[in-house]
């Protein structure tokens, strides 16, 4: 087995529990290695570190699987640890149907997501090595979960493109399904796996559930970057009189017409294709102002290097949104930027706020990522969702 020897700033971070080694820490490497190859990982001074999937076209290196030197990578490991990641949705978190059942190294399952969505799975795989094991891990998925008929592959994106890996959409394993029905809170929601990512955003769950209870009868609710409905539907269902949702995508908006229906809230609904740049600069023009305003824009930063220009993006989505905001009424704000952090984020919507002149009070603690995303505590790379919620007025 090739080795890779890292330097002492990796070999910290490993210790105090992260699961990836960056090109930059590594010092030298021993022995060939191609995409997707088990390597072991050693301290400059050659003491064994763990074990992974390496990659050496990708940035991360190393993606550790096990820090046990007579752990063995195979199918028999990821058929236990997805066991446990099952389980620990269900019996821990409560969850029932549908929760995201995998989440990379969070599960110790290296590039690899797993959503289940009633009887269909919906896999993704970013890492070569992961990669490798593809049908055992759809079998496992199946073992694991009983109910679970299909396997879906949602093998497409920026992060299978960066391993070298081929972009495929189709059904893995099991029967030949590709949309279901699940339920939300109050809301219901028909996802289809052909959709963004695996079909449906599910680490906002928690989040939308929370908007219901800030509904009142009679509200007018602005839902921007809706996607199929998200937000919108679950302000429809809590007794909004009248909710406009935006999104660039056709395909996404005709699903969420598909499940305003399903709801039986189209008629209080409203949906525009657009740019939600333009279109909220259209609606200010015309004096527009609304009891709550949702924005759940797309990963503004994707890269460090993109920061600023990221920044500036949110800003202009929320100085926009502020200004619809009735007063007295409400802003839902998130970002699923991973490098944006809650102080940049608190930052960035302070200024925004400052602009827009109001005066913002949170209404709800910090929200984040439904738990079944979980956080570990040694790796920045897996907490990425912010949301939070406003009490808006003039600023006096
Ligand atoms: C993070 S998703 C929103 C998820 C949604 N809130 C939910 O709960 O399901 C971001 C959405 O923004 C849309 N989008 C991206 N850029 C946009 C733009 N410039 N204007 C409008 N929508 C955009 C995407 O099509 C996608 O549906």
Redesign the pocket.
């Known amino acids: 087995m090739a080795k890779v020897f890292v330097d002492a700033q990796a070999a910290r971070a490993i210790g105090k529990g992260a699961m990836i080694v960056f090109k930059a820490g590594v010092v030298r490497t021993e022995g060939s290695i191609r995409p997707g190859d088990v390597v072991e990982v050693y301290t400059r001074a050659g003491r064994f570190l763990g074990k992974g999937f390496a990659n050496p076209n990708s940035n991360i290196m190393v993606r550790l699987v096990t820090k046990d030197p007579d752990t063995d990578i195979n199918k028999e490991l990821f058929r236990e640890r997805i066991r446990k990641a099952n389980e620990y949705r269900k019996k821990v978190l409560g969850y029932d149907k549908a929760y995201r059942m995998v989440y990379g190294e969070a599960d110790y399952l290296p590039g690899l997501i797993v959503d289940r969505f009633n009887e269909i799975a919906s896999l993704q795989i970013s890492s070569a090595g992961m990669e490798r094991f593809k049908m055992d891990v759809a079998e496992a998925i199946m073992e694991a979960e009983p109910e679970i008929e299909t396997v879906f592959e949602k093998n497409t994106g920026r992060a299978r493109r960066r391993e070298g890996l081929p972009e495929v959409e189709r059904v893995l394993l099991g029967k030949k399904k590709y949309r279901t029905v699940i339920k939300e809170g109050r809301a219901r929601f028909i996802v289809d796996m052909r959709g963004?990512k695996t079909g449906?955003?599910l680490d906002?769950r928690e989040?939308?559930i929370a908007l219901e209870k800030y509904v009142k009868p009679g509200m007018r609710v602005l839902?921007?970057?809706?996607?199929?409905?998200?937000?919108a539907i679950h302000a429809a269902v809590s007794g909004a009189e009248e909710v406009v949702a935006?999104?660039?995508?056709p395909k996404?908006i005709e699903m969420a017409r598909e499940n305003a229906k399903l709801n039986g809230v189209e008629e209080r609904m409203e949906f525009i294709v657009?740019?939600?740049?333009?279109?909220m600069e259209d609606m200010i023009k015309r004096g527009e102002k609304f009891d709550i305003v949702?924005l759940?824009?797309?990963?503004f930063v994707q890269h460090e290097k993109d920061l600023k220009r990221g920044l500036r993006a949110y800003f202009n989505v929320n100085y926009s949104g502020l200004r619809l905001v009735k007063e007295g009424g409400i802003l839902v704000t998130?970002s699923?930027s991973q490098h944006v952090d809650m102080q940049l984020f608190k930052d960035m919507i302070i200024a925004a706020a400052a602009k827009a002149g109001k005066f913002l009070k949170l209404l709800e603690p910090y929200r984040t990522q439904a738990p079944d995303h979980p956080i570990l505590m040694a790796s920045k790379d897996t907490e990425y969702l912010k949301a939070l919620f406003f009490y808006v007025e003039e600023a006096k």
């Open positions: 963004q449906f955003f906002q989040n939308r839902d921007v970057f809706t996607y199929t409905g998200g937000f935006v999104d660039k995508s996404a657009g740019s939600a740049f333009q279109v949702i759940d824009p797309p990963a998130a699923c």
